[in-house]
């Protein structure tokens, strides 16, 4: 297997497996991400200008605040919801969003990485075809985490106040 091919399976599958393992709520990670790309594109520059202020290698520093900015939400969600997926079919369900994290994750990371590594990864024939598909995978990893949000949410029972059958007295 080549290095390019290496690279991006781990990519994907090192954050799917982590969602996986430790029961994370994909969806909501999924959310963060998107979170983190807006961070960046509204935040991004700014942040690299301050962080150069402190720092020799100039272009490092720009990609590495980029990054940090796009998965600094995202880490820290994941954090935060450790455990929450809960039953067999959820936990089961919940690699599908799992997936869309490492696969958009790759796709929005990409344009910071340095130059090396992004020549590395862009000689991969399988690089390319991701990108062809890039907008299929955002809108059906978009979809799949909606619908998995969906199907987390708590049931109402009649018991609940305000519920179909009013309060009880």
């Known amino acids: 297997m080549q290095t390019p091919l290496v690279l991006i399976a781990a990519m994907v599958a090192v954050p799917t497996i982590i969602l996986f393992v430790l029961r994370i709520n994909a969806a909501i990670v999924f959310l963060s991400l998107c979170l983190g790309s807006v961070l960046v594109q509204f935040a991004g520059n700014d942040t690299s200008?301050?962080?150069?202020?402190?720092?020799?290698?100039?272009?490092?520093?720009?990609?590495?605040?980029?990054?940090?900015?796009?998965?600094?939400?995202?880490v820290f969600t994941m954090i935060v919801m450790i455990g929450t997926?809960?039953?067999?079919?959820?936990?089961?369900?919940?690699?599908?969003p799992a997936i869309a994290v490492g696969a958009v994750g790759l796709l929005l990371a990409e344009q910071y990485f340095t130059p090396g590594?992004?020549?590395?990864?862009?000689?991969?024939?399988?690089?390319?075809?991701?990108?062809?598909?890039?907008?299929?995978?955002?809108t059906?990893?978009?979809?799949?985490?909606?619908?998995?949000?969906?199907?987390?949410?708590?049931?109402?029972s009649s018991h609940d106040e305000g519920g179909k059958h009013g309060k009880h007295h």
Do not use: C, E
């Open 85 to 96: 997926v809960r039953g067999k079919f959820r936990i089961a369900l919940n690699v599908l």
């Open 117 to 138: 590594l992004r020549g590395t990864i862009s000689n991969a024939s399988a690089w390319h075809d991701i990108q062809k598909v890039g907008t299929l995978i955002v």
């Open 49 to 74: 200008s301050f962080l150069n202020l402190f720092s020799t290698n100039k272009l490092v520093m720009h990609y590495g605040a980029s990054i940090f900015l796009l998965l600094l939400p995202a």
């Open 140 to 156: 059906a990893s978009t979809v799949v985490s909606l619908l998995f949000l969906l199907l987390q949410r708590p049931k109402r």
